[in-house]
């Protein structure tokens, strides 16, 4: 490993030990100055902490900002980001094309937020079938809320009669496996939506 990876990844580092902490004003400016550097994960930490106001005051310009440089290097995580804003100021074709890339790329919390689009149709026109194909997609790749969605429609009969057993089985084991799964690593995107 050269000095200079070596250098970022102990910057990289001292950034997630500060992050950790909760000292978050303190994290934000080492992980912006990674950023400013190309370092592509701090770019979508910035994204995020710009969305949330962790660290810094909300700003969904600047997190915009991030987002696309970080989506511009093809990252899953920043496409989602950039899908919740564009969401969440009602342009929902530019939200829905970030969500499609970075389901594209297996990422499960865009995956469920594009199951949840067309399952309640209020932005495009309802498609169970295209939503329930998204649900189980997200399902497949342990996406926890998704587990839950597919084990209340399974017992609810919605998939069918034969189902309701094995949506029981879901429902009833869910909280273990969410529980599970944060304890193993409270950061999981498989609990984000």
Known sequence: MNAVNSSKDKRMYDAEMLYKAKRYGEAFECYKKLAEENFVICQTLLCYMYIVGQGVDSDLEKALYWGRKAASSNDPEAKFY?????AQQNMWNEGIRYFKDAASQDYSPAIYCLYRIYWLGKVVPQNKKKAIKFLLSANNLGHLIAKRD?????ASG??????IPKGICLVISWPFVALRTVIEDKYTEKARI
Do not use: R
Not at 82 to 86: A, D, S, W
Not at 158 to 163: N, P, W
């Open 82 to 86: 950039l899908g919740k804003i564009y």
């Open 150 to 154: 597919l084990g209340i429609l399974l």
């Open 158 to 163: 919605e998939m069918g009669i034969t189902e």
